[in-house]
Nanobody, 121 residues
Framework: QVQLVESGGGLVQAGGSLRLSCAAS????????MGWYRQAPGKQRELLAG???????NYADSLKGRFTISRDYAKNTVFLQMNSLRREDTAVYYC???????????????WGQGTQVTVSS
């Protein structure tokens, strides 16, 4: 069983940056594809970025280069660096994982509890 714990959320002013972390345990991290989602109140969950077990990345077109996903194999952790934050980025951000060697994963099997990001104007 894979356990995922997100951290790094909080309150930030528009234009600022945050880095989210997701620590994975109970798993073979090197075999996991990882992803970041978010869900704003009244909206559907949105896939933001994914990183394969081999380190290849993909992003939602809507992010326009503001977010970067990365992983640290030594720390069993995946990160989401978020820059130029906007009020509309306010949401609960979730980390997700799936055992996969696919070049792109669109559905995940394991989920964290989420971390709140609030962007003020």
């Amino acid at each position: 069983q894979v356990q995922l714990v997100e951290s790094g959320g909080g309150l930030v002013q528009a234009g600022g940056s945050l880095r989210l972390s997701c620590a994975a345990s109970g798993s073979n991290f090197r075999l996991l594809a990882m992803g970041w989602y978010r869900q704003a109140p009244g909206k559907q969950r949105e896939l933001l970025a994914g990183i394969t077990s081999g380190g290849n990345t993909n992003y939602a077109d809507s992010l326009k280069g503001r977010f970067t996903i990365s992983r640290d194999y030594a720390k069993n952790t995946v990160f989401l660096q978020m820059n130029s934050l906007r009020r509309e980025d306010t949401a609960v951000y979730y980390c997700a994982a799936k055992y996969s060697v696919s070049s792109r994963v669109l559905e995940y099997d394991y989920w964290g509890q989420g971390t709140q990001v609030t962007v003020s104007s």
